[in-house]
């Protein structure tokens, strides 16, 4: 499932002498590479612009929540909508110390609880075991298909390296056979498109989102 100890060793090329014919290939086109030299494909005004806007300090890139276009968002309009968004009481509690170790400690007790019932391996508990977790990130991405001017932002998480990052690739693997057997389950877009091909509603009929 994904979920395995990072191994250190790399066996080595000779074992396969396809893989290590191909390696022998791309190395070469890369010494080939870096011997060439190589046009600027903007030119001088061009690369002097994108220099000087990556060093606004007042703006913040970000790519747009629809559509994948770039917008420029003026940091003050970006850091309006975050607080925002972050005052609200009713999604967030803002926290006076930072309880990653006590979440840390609850966990490591359910862990050691399923090992001990062997509801888990040694291994898997040490793969599902960050050692040193990192803080997720909140960010926005701008709704400019909602609004041009003034856009809402999309609030994500990015919960990379964090306490349960493993855990919860580890619960996702195992409920996502389960899910799909659900009769209310949607795959994607096209799965939809599918599943109502044929359907017809009449006046009465209420769509609900």
Known sequence: MGLKPRSQKFPPLSLCSAIDLFVKLVSGDFEKISRTVHSDNLTKTQRQSLEKFKNIPDIIYKPADK??????????????EAYKQLNNKVCYQKLTYNPLLSFRGELMKILEIALEKNIISK???DVLTVREPTIPTLYLLPKI???AVTPP???IISGQG???????KFIDHHLKPMVELLSSHIRDTSDLLQKIQGICLDENTLLVW
Request: glycine fraction near 10%; charge should be positive.
């Open 67 to 80: 559509g994948g276009n770039l917008v420029v968002w003026p940091r003050k309009m970006y850091l309006t």
């Open 162 to 168: 964090s306490l349960v990052d493993n855990i919860c």
């Open 145 to 147: 298909h909602k609004n």
């Open 153 to 155: 932002g999309r609030p």
């Open 123 to 125: 291994e898997l508990c």
